[in-house]
């Protein structure tokens, strides 16, 4: 008689389904948000900005001579279009800008059509500002280039944080040139206003805090909801701006997005009243604090014309290391094969 082995028992083990690995991003040169970068990717892009600044123009115009590199804007855009194209031209690439009043756009092309012709006339990569949150994964998805998110829709503005983030190093971290996730430890940064509607708040709020910083959200309900308490470790809600200003190392102040109120009805002078970021409120609040944003700024609004002008005001630094993160993001896009085991 032959034995039967018996079956060893089945072990049922209790397990949560994983959702499947995003395939994202397809393309490893592409930056569609802070969270596909490590910390060290993040450290490799620093020291790559300030290698690539510091280099002689005409040495650096080789690095990615004749490359072929498509702005493609479907917003409008003053430093970031302007900053990407003197990177991607200062590594001696050709560029050449697709913007949605004056292209086939207008005509009603679709974005993956626009890309795939993009493509198809040599782009090598694809420098993609939408309105619609999501779009830079759909372009990468139907061309498979690399694609750079210079801001879609409400969602993200990766190389905004990065740029943040130099000068906010520039600032209190001088010569620091390893990121750690205590390299920012003890600095807290508040981010005032709009920040619902504010993809320069949301990279940044998944980028400081991953290198220590604690993030204050600070602002009325209507611009930043209750249900911002949850956004994640390391970042809290403050409604009251003379507290959170008390708190900070550094202050970034946000545009109220007018495009995307969608009829919501604000109070500008009660805004004012409680948020504006004067030159009283700051001498005494945050007299050494540094002062940021993104631009485009709103003097009078969001922040008074003394405080832009003002010796805490970073703003214009923050355009200036816009140009210099940008080369190291471009020549990431254009160089990265996946298999160098850093940014
Ligand atoms: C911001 C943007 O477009 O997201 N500006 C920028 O890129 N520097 C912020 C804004 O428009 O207010």
């Known amino acids: 008689m032959t034995a039967i082995a018996p079956t060893p028992p089945v072990r049922r083990q209790l397990h949560t389904p994983q959702p499947p690995a995003s395939p994202f991003p397809y393309n490893p040169g592409s930056l569609l948000s802070v969270q596909d970068l490590t910390i060290d990717d993040v450290s490799h892009l620093l020291f790559r900005a300030t290698v690539l600044e510091n280099l002689d123009p005409l040495i650096r115009d080789r690095i990615l001579l004749k490359r072929r590199v498509a702005l493609l804007f479907y917003e409008s855009s003053t430093r970031t279009r302007t900053s990407f194209e003197l990177a991607a031209k200062g590594l001696g690439a050709d560029t050449t800008l697709v913007s949605s009043l004056s292209s086939s756009i207008e005509k009603g092309e679709t974005l993956k059509d626009t890309g795939l012709t993009l493509r198809a006339l040599g782009a090598e990569a694809i420098i993609l500002r939408h309105n619609s949150s999501g779009a830079p994964w759909l372009l990468e998805e139907v061309t498979r280039l690399p694609i750079l998110n210079a801001g879609d829709g409400m969602h993200e503005h990766p190389t905004q944080a990065?740029?943040?983030?130099?000068?906010?190093?520039?600032?209190?971290?001088?010569?620091?040139?390893?990121?750690?996730?205590?390299?920012?430890?003890?600095?807290?940064?508040?981010?005032?206003?709009?920040?619902?509607?504010?993809?320069?708040?949301?990279?940044?709020?998944?980028?400081?805090?991953?290198?220590?910083?604690?993030?204050?959200?600070?602002?009325?309900?209507?611009?930043?909801?209750?249900?911002?308490?949850?956004?994640?470790?390391?970042?809290?809600?403050?409604?009251?701006?003379?507290?959170?200003?008390?708190?900070?190392?550094?202050?970034?102040?946000?545009?109220?997005?007018?495009?995307?109120?969608?009829?919501?009805?604000?109070?500008?002078?009660?805004?004012?009243?409680?948020?504006?970021?004067?030159?009283?409120?700051?001498?005494?609040?945050?007299?050494?604090?540094?002062?940021?944003?993104?631009?485009?700024?709103?003097?009078?609004?969001?922040?008074?014309?003394?405080?832009a002008d003002g010796a805490q005001s970073a703003i214009l630094e923050q355009v200036r290391h816009g140009v210099a993160i940008r080369m190291a993001v471009v020549e990431r896009a254009l160089t990265k094969t996946g298999k160098e085991g850093h940014a």
Do not use: W
């Open 162 to 307: 990065l740029l943040d983030l130099r000068t906010i190093l520039a600032h209190l971290r001088y010569g620091v040139e390893t990121l750690t996730a205590e390299t920012l430890n003890g600095v807290t940064v508040t981010i005032v206003g709009d920040i619902l509607h504010s993809r320069v708040a949301r990279s940044n709020m998944m980028l400081l805090p991953r290198l220590g910083a604690r993030v204050v959200l600070c602002g009325p309900p209507q611009l930043l909801p209750d249900s911002a308490v949850n956004a994640g470790a390391g970042i809290s809600v403050e409604r009251d701006f003379e507290t959170a200003l008390r708190q900070s190392q550094v202050v970034m102040m946000l545009r109220i997005q007018a495009e995307r109120l969608a009829g919501m009805q604000l109070d500008l002078a009660q805004y004012k009243d409680a948020y504006q970021l004067t030159g009283q409120r700051l001498a005494a609040q945050a007299p050494n604090a540094v002062v940021m944003h993104p631009g485009p700024i709103i003097r009078g609004l969001e922040l008074t014309a003394g405080v």
